[in-house]
Nanobody, 125 residues
């Protein structure tokens, strides 16, 4: 059974950086769609970055140019490098995997069957 374990959240001031990690156990996820979502209180869970099974990546407009998604095949681990953080980036961040398809990577969280436990990111002004 595949398990995703997240780490790296925390509290930073605006303009700071954090790196989130999502280690996959029990299954090699590099050939499938993996993504980062976030959910702020009172808001829907939104996909902010993904890497499809061919290694292509894309980002939500809200994070484009500031966040970078990457994958380490040797460690079977997904990363999210977050720079120039803003207070509006405050949320619980989740990694997720859709282990049925290389492509496409869907925006709807319902298409992702495997989730990390979530990690809190708090950005103060």
């Amino acid at each position: 059974q595949v398990q995703l374990v997240e780490s790296g959240g925390g509290s930073v001031q605006a303009g700071g950086s954090l790196r989130l990690s999502c280690a996959a156990f029990g299954y090699t996820v590099s050939n499938y769609c993996v993504a980062w979502f976030r959910q702020a209180p009172g808001r829907e869970r939104e996909r902010i970055a993904y890497r499809n099974g061919y290694g292509n990546t894309d980002y939500a407009d809200s994070v484009k140019g500031r966040f970078t998604i990457s994958f380490d095949n040797a460690k079977n681990t997904l990363y999210l490098e977050m720079n120039s953080l803003k207070p509006e980036d405050t949320a619980t961040y989740y990694c997720a995997a859709d282990l049925y398809f290389r492509v496409p990577c869907y925006r709807d969280p319902a298409n992702f069957g495997t989730w990390g436990q979530g990690t809190q990111v708090t950005v103060s002004s």
